[in-house]
């Protein structure tokens, strides 16, 4: 593995259902973070996590779930997925989780459709 | 986070440099100027950030005006595979993780 993988590519969803999005990096990354990108809002934050052990909210949280067991993985978990929350997910891992030099590296993405 | 302006596309042809501008007029002090393109179908790429110098790296080069109200993002040589959304990002040094805010950006054609 070199830098930071996502899986699945993409998945489709009945509602109802839950889902875990997988994402590891193999960059002793100590900050990682959760995305979505919808068509004419952007990217937004959903959770993050500084380092091992801990994690936050972002701005969309609700409905999802995420932990930090380890450095490498940070798994997002969609308990009951609804419609809405189809979209492209990325996750993202930056060396640091503030100061100057934090420039977030992104996956490939994850495409999820709920219907 | 300071707020960017940036045009909403441009075109360049390829071989040429590409000059691509941001406005950040309410930029504050203690934040710095980070660039991200994003390749269609792509996760978000990290291309250079700056404070208040001038930055240059292989991919790119970075100058920010003395007053650190704006600043343009030159591809020196673009290539076909530059086409991309561009994204300026204005964010504050602080402890902690912290969202990236992307705004529109600027819709880049390199054309043969």
């Known amino acids: 593995i070199a830098g930071i993988t996502q899986a699945p590519t993409s998945q489709i969803l009945a509602a109802g259902r839950r889902m875990t999005l997988r994402c590891t990096q193999d960059?002793?990354?100590?900050?990682m973070y959760w995305y979505r990108q919808d068509l004419g809002l952007g990217l937004r934050l959903i959770h993050y996590?500084?380092?091992?052990?801990?994690?936050g909210k972002g701005e969309v949280p609700d409905g999802y779930s995420v932990s930090r067991a380890n450095t490498d993985d940070f798994p997002l978990t969609l308990a009951s997925a609804v419609p809405s929350q189809t979209s492209v997910y990325f996750c993202?891992?930056?060396?640091?989780?503030?100061?100057?030099?934090?420039?977030?590296?992104f996956g490939p993405g994850t495409r999820l459709t709920v219907l | 986070d300071a707020k960017t302006t940036q045009p909403t596309s441009m075109d360049c042809a390829e071989g040429r440099a590409a000059n691509l501008p941001c406005n950040h007029s309410?930029?504050?002090?203690?934040?710095?100027v980070y660039w991200y393109r994003q390749i269609h179908s792509q996760g978000p790429q990290y291309i250079i950030h700056?404070?208040?110098n001038n930055e240059t790296n292989e991919m790119a080069s970075l100058i920010i005006t003395e007053d650190r109200k704006s600043s343009t993002l030159i591809l020196p040589h673009a290539t076909l595979r530059d086409t991309a959304v561009y994204y300026c990002?204005?964010?504050?040094?602080?402890?902690?993780?912290?969202?990236?805010?992307f705004g529109q950006g600027t819709r880049l054609t390199i054309n043969p």
């Open positions: 309410t930029i504050s002090g203690n934040e710095y």
């Open positions: 993202a891992s930056s060396l640091l989780a503030g100061g100057s030099n934090n420039e977030q590296f």
């Open positions: 960059m002793r990354h100590n900050a």
């Open positions: 990002i204005v964010r504050p040094i602080l402890r902690g993780a912290q969202k990236l805010v």
């Open positions: 996590s500084n380092t091992a052990g801990t994690t």
């Open positions: 700056g404070l208040k």
